[in-house]
């Protein structure tokens, strides 16, 4: 297990106990055994063979799964079935758990993102997460995008630092609703915004890749379609892993989907083969409501 770093974590962002992993007879006969392609072009994430341990519960088993540039990834699956799991992995979010053992290899363009040499800090700037509830800061909504790149550095100035926080609250599609109020408090915003407000402070830092945790699970519709406007223009310059419950989300908003039963990767493939012509039947069980 890694040396723990000290990580902002309140008791929403913590994991799901997970079932442990059972054997379906006559669906899942080869553990670690993913129907599809698990490969993709250009991969920047690659994950091999991955498992996770919650104390003597294996959370994850075997995982093996590329991710490229550049693209949207959906993790689907029943609750406790490990997605959620899997994504904080991307970023060593399990690092705060105590309990928490992960073994395989995980690495960010070429780099493994376990390697002792490897500071969390650094990482969690290149790979963002965003989470189910949203969680500004209690300060401003100048100083929520603005903390990111003070820690880091990657303001030289005042007008840097205000070209930084004012692109990535433009490019999060908040910049005209907050512009005459940014010394105001984040925390006043409405839940849409500040899910919004915190995707701008994630683009701050110039991550490479976006987490995102259910992220429209506790929005209206009106919200959850800027989001999702919102990733399809970010995909341009960043790879999204979404976690959704929702499989018209899923549907809307990925090139690749990703299926996960009892801590297994069931199935991978493009958007459209996954919801019009499974491989699996979990797969197939799963998005026509009959297991969930």
Known sequence: MMPMTDTTTDATDLPEIQTPVVEIPGQITELGKTVGDVHCENPFIVAENVNVHY??????QNVTLE???KEVIALIGP???GKSTFLRCLNRMNDSIDIARVTGKISLDGQDIYDKKLDPVVLRARVGMVFQKP?????SIYDNVAYGPRIHGLAA?????????????ERAGLLAEVIDRLDDPGTGLSGGQQQRLCIARTIAVDPEVILMDEPCSALDPIATA???DLMDELTEDYAIVIVTHSMQQAARVSRRVAYFHLGLLVEVDETNTIFTNPQ??????????RIG
């Open 67 to 69: 991710i490229g540039k």
């Open 280 to 289: 699996h039947k979990l797969t197939e069980d799963y998005i026509t409501g």
């Open 157 to 169: 100035d005042r007008a840097e630092l205000d070209n930084i926080v004012h692109t990535s609250l």
């Open 135 to 139: 969680n500004p800061f209690p300060k």
């Open 55 to 60: 104390g003597s519960n294996h959370a994850i």
């Open 226 to 228: 800027k989001i999702e």
């Open 79 to 81: 609750s406790g079935c």
